[in-house]
């Protein structure tokens, strides 16, 4: 049986599939979205060349543009609907491993290029629109003690798994190439490796918790606590403090 051969406007399309998904899902996802871009504008080993202008989708329609930053920006089927070039070129600055972020700049910088879009300045105008002029300009090579650069949750989505990445790779190189070998179960968990993020402790998480609850809450919050045994941990509490198995006298003095 002849297994028919796939077109370039098919294989085009598939790309972009993946590529969508990618921006969609976000994530540890958006680092294939990096491998995505040098595909398509560098072309594969069976098509060489610029694989965005022509995509057939999956439904056997055409689509096509003429300019690269459409491809970028334009809602899905027609392009990857990014919602900002400061977006992608975050996103790009966090991928790992940090040659295939580096060499995807270094392609989208060129094809915009042809357009005469200034990749880099036009990400920093959108940067600036985002999040103001001092958290836009943090972003962008500010000195790393300022304001709005060194706290996790300064700029928006701060916490997000590729403004940890780019952390890890500016500041614990080490610690960003052992997440690329799987060494961790997240960027998170790198990053406290690292010590960008410190956990909060048990009972800093019940404070933080406390402050969102209404009055409801926190009087339902009280009563549960009365009948946690202070000892043990366990529910039972018979005196506001101890449980049956923790009220001899020993456990009162260890309490204590």
Request: proline share 4%; net charge neutral.
């Amino acid at each position: 049986m002849t297994t028919q051969a796939i077109t370039r406007e098919q294989e085009a399309g598939k790309l972009y599939s993946a590529g969508l998904n990618a921006v969609r899902v976000g994530g540890l996802e958006l680092h294939s979205l990096a491998l995505h871009l040098i595909m398509m504008t560098n072309g594969t080993s069976d098509f060489s060349g610029p694989m965005w202008p022509v995509r057939e989708l999956n439904d056997g329609s055409i689509r096509q543009l003429d300019r690269f930053i459409d491809y970028l920006l334009q809602p899905a089927r027609d392009g990857l609907g990014l919602p900002s070039l400061y977006f992608l070129k975050r996103t790009l600055e966090a991928t790992i491993p940090p040659k295939d972020g580096d060499e995807a700049l270094r392609r989208v910088r060129a094809e915009l290029a042809k357009e005469h879009v200034d990749f880099d300045k036009q990400a920093k105008l959108d940067g600036l629109k985002m999040h103001g002029e001092r958290d836009g300009l943090a972003a962008y090579g500010a000195n790393q003690h300022a304001v709005g650069v060194d706290n996790v949750n300064s700029l928006q989505g701060g916490n997000a798994a590729s403004y940890l990445a780019a952390r890890l790779r500016r500041s614990a190189p080490e610690i960003a190439d052992r997440l690329a070998r799987g060494e961790f179960r997240s960027v998170r968990a790198a990053a406290i490796a690292a010590g960008i993020i410190t956990p909060l402790a048990p009972l800093q998480q019940i404070q933080k918790l406390w402050a969102k609850l209404d009055a409801d809450g926190r009087k339902e919050h009280l009563e549960w606590t009365l009948k946690q045994c202070a000892v043990c941990g366990r529910s039972g509490a018979i005196d506001g403090t101890w449980c049956d198995d923790c009220c001899e006298e020993g456990a009162r003095e260890g309490a204590a």
